[in-house]
């Protein structure tokens, strides 16, 4: 059976398919930067990698410069895969720093200041690893490290509401209402959610409790992905960010 339309119908609908963007379209995720961290280049020289500071970096580059300086590739997949690293030799001055590395199907690249012992007082004390910054240098490390850096957010939250909990003598998790009564200034930052599988708006945390063995957070990564850490009854965690919270030990 053919279906017709009256010609205005016709070019009414044709206008209003041309001015609506196709879903495919409208559920694009932006393009992250790639090969740049906090005014650090990392660029590929001579076939090696090579780090450039800038001059709103000088502080990084000041911290770098260091015998415990150290930096370690990865390449992502099912399961973490590093694709190299080791110790850095940086030079005392230049905005220069050779890596001694080439570039070859790496996602992203981390610089810290390894673990070590610090004199004090006569004695040593340990020094826990230290991240300075991290570069993506495909669209897949900067997905990750931008989801790494909002689930990083959460973290925070929890422990407030398991102190929240135990400050007040609470039975279970801390209401919503009990926790920004607690600590006001957390509404600026953290929204309440109606349900433990609801997204919260942009740049806010989102927090769900049923006052009782039910928690959830939750996220939105630049992507618009919602990420999520959530407790319930049987102390069952539940989170599709397992990566960030188990994954990266390097």
Sequence with gaps: MTISFPPLLSAAGLALALLVPSAASAQTPPELPVGEARGVRLVEDRGGLVLIFSPRSARLRERIN???AWFSCTSLGETFSSAGGGNLDVPRRGRSVGTGFSMDDIDFCRFFLRSHAVKGDGSRRPAPRRV??????????????????KTAR????STIAALVKEDLKLPG???YAQLVQRLPKLAKRVVALSAPD??????RIGYYSDGQEHLALAILSTSGKRLFVEHSAGNVLSTNVA???FGDRD
């Design 173 to 175: 998790h801390p209401t």
């Design 243 to 245: 990566a960030h919270l």
């Design 198 to 203: 609801e997204a919260p708006p942009p740049r």
């Design 66 to 68: 260091s015998p415990y």
């Design 132 to 149: 300075l910054f991290s570069i993506p240098l495909t669209q897949a490390g900067a997905v990750y490290l931008d989801e790494e850096a």
């Design 154 to 157: 959460l973290f925070p939250i």
